[in-house]
């Protein structure tokens, strides 16, 4: 079943600590992308990357870092410098440049910290 | 800067009864433009994109350059559309989909 996994589904860390959340996709699609949603907001771009060893900086990049050593997998990292990291996150993959698909979406993974 | 705006966090309708979303955007070139859907206990998903001109699952929206908006319409609501809706803008020509979202409606279909 092809598709996009977010894990964990609940992480719980304290102030300070880095965390990495994980998203892997077997969909074969080139490009992408870490969302954040918090309350009465939209979904707002962290991260984007259109192919393997490359990424760029979303509207709010500030404080996450990512990695893209793999095709199925684009890592985020939220740092210690991040000041509100309690949020839900989403990850989400497209098929490419010149191919137009929907963005597909995991599951998502709530993250608190404390 | 472009932005995306969906005026009501919530809306309540019977069934039966006509639904509008309302999306207004700014934005200052060509957009693309699409709605989102996310049911109950599913993921997000798209519902349709501007450019198709499609109607999904009943659902139709126009954009109406002239006011910046691209309000999703169905005449007659079912209990099934109930979920959260999100209008999204995509303001690249080519390239990866860096979609600047709207906050969302919760729409409620009363039986």
């Known amino acids: 079943d092809g598709g996009i996994t977010q894990s964990p589904k609940y992480l719980f860390r304290k102030e300070g600590q880095n965390v990495t959340l994980s998203c892997e996709q077997n969909?074969?699609?080139?490009?992408m992308y870490w969302y954040r949603q918090d309350p009465g907001q939209g979904l707002r771009l962290i991260y984007y990357?259109?192919?393997?060893?490359?990424?760029q900086k979303g509207d709010i990049a500030e404080g996450y870092s990512v990695s893209r050593e793999k095709k199925e997998s684009f890592p985020l990292t939220v740092t210690s410098a991040q000041k509100n990291p309690t949020a839900f996150y989403l990850c989400?993959?497209?098929?490419?440049?010149?191919?137009?698909?929907?963005?597909?979406f995991g599951n998502g993974t709530r993250l608190t910290v404390t | 800067a472009q932005r995306v705006t969906q005026p009501e966090k919530l809306l309540s309708v019977f069934k039966g009864a006509p639904v509008e979303l309302k999306c207004n955007y700014s934005y200052s070139g060509s957009p693309e433009l699409f709605w989102y859907v996310q049911y109950s206990r599913q993921r997000l998903q798209l519902l349709l994109r501007?450019?198709s001109r499609e109607s999904i699952k009943g659902f139709t929206a126009d954009l109406n350059k002239g006011e910046t908006s691209f309000h999703l319409k169905k005449p007659f609501a079912q209990e099934e559309d109930s979920a959260m809706y999100y209008c999204a803008l995509d303001p690249t020509i080519q390239g990866a989909q860096k979609l600047v979202f709207g906050q969302g409606t919760r729409l409620t279909i009363n039986p």
């Open positions: 989400a993959s497209t098929q490419g440049q010149g191919v137009y698909s929907p963005l597909h």
């Open positions: 969909l074969n699609h080139d490009a």
């Open positions: 990357s259109q192919i393997v060893n490359d990424f």
């Open positions: 501007h450019i």
